[in-house]
């Protein structure tokens, strides 16, 4: 079984760290995370591990994960890059190192963020899966038939496929350039959403909708948006003032909303438009 570190073990490296182990697809080695109490309670949630804080405490291993935050991925593959020469120093001719693989897990970014890693001869990928990540518990429960965007080196996406594979997801090649605005539709298919209900509740209860009706009037409308969008598509599902062309309606409540907060309004202006142009296709 291939050894793997994991380097940033938060949401997403407790996640499929877990379910790497409990599938013996790899052998969780070293857990690195800022706090000895993270890394502890990373190696406790994922049943396998060995906690630490330096890099330099890190053994090599066959696959690397680093699932830091996005600006600091490359800062990351350079320090790992300096243990990695040392390494290289103190056993040159440990056929084992240097470790195969390192990736990263933004949605955002390129495996060319991890360059620094090159000049080792290390094969470099970026594995994004398309999963909210809120809760560890219950990201492993909604893993399975998620789709995972594997982009890099193809020796690279070509060893990591089937271990993405075996604990339920579902792979597919994504090019380096078009990774921004890949992600980007994630950000608008769910990381706004929160956002926009937040909204909807805030303008409800300062309308003087009851308390207690605000998260019944989120509950059912969301719910009922999502069902149409599912099984009639985006176009079909589609309702509201500006899918039915009412200009003075959408311009009188911009204004009112403006008032209300400025960047709210701007917000249902520039959504207004994109509705209207929704409509018409």
């Known amino acids: 079984m291939k ?15 877990r379910a ?12 690195l995370t800022r706090s000895l109490a993270s890394a502890e309670q990373a190696v406790a949630f994922m049943g396998a591990g060995r906690a630490t ?38 056993a040159p001719t440990n056929p084992g190192k240097p470790p195969a693989i390192a990736f990263h897990c933004s949605g955002a970014l390129s495996s060319t963020e991890l360059a620094s890693l090159r000049s080792l001869g290390w094969q470099l990928a970026s594995a994004h899966c398309l999963l909210s990540f809120a809760d560890p518990g219950t990201a492993l429960q909604q893993l399975a ?22 604990i339920g997801t ?24 929160p956002v926009l209900q937040d909204l909807a509740q805030q303008l409800w209860r300062d309308s003087g909708v009851p308390a207690d009706m605000v998260a019944q009037l989120s509950t059912t409308l969301l719910r009922n948006a999502v069902n149409n969008i599912l099984a009639l598509g985006p176009v079909c599902a589609l309702t509201g003032p500006a899918a039915r062309g009412d200009t ?22 520039a959504l207004s438009q994109l509705a209207a142009k929704l409509a018409a296709s």
């Not at 579902?170 to 605005?181: Q, S, T």
């Not at 907060?261 to 917000?267: D, I, L, R, Y």
């Open 20 to 31: 790497w182990h409990s599938s013996g697809v790899y052998r969780v080695q070293d857990v």
């Open 53 to 90: 804080t330096r890099l330099a405490d890190l053994r090599p291993a066959d696959v690397w994960m680093l699932a830091v935050p996005d600006d600091q991925i490359a800062q990351t593959a350079v320090a790992l890059a300096q243990a990695a020469a040392n390494w290289a120093k103190s």
């Open 248 to 269: 003075a309606l959408v311009q009188r409540q911009g204004e009112a909303i403006a008032q209300w907060n400025t960047t709210a309004g701007e917000a249902y202006q």
């Open 170 to 193: 579902r792979c597919f090649p994504l090019a380096a350039e078009h990774k921004l605005l890949y992600h980007a539709g994630a950000v608008f298919s769910t990381n706004f959403l």
């Open 3 to 17: 050894s793997i570190n994991i380097v940033g073990c938060g949401r997403v490296g407790k996640t499929l760290g």
């Open 145 to 166: 038939g998620s789709p995972c965007a594997l982009e890099g080196d193809p020796s690279a996406t070509l060893a990591l496929e089937p271990a993405f594979v075996r």
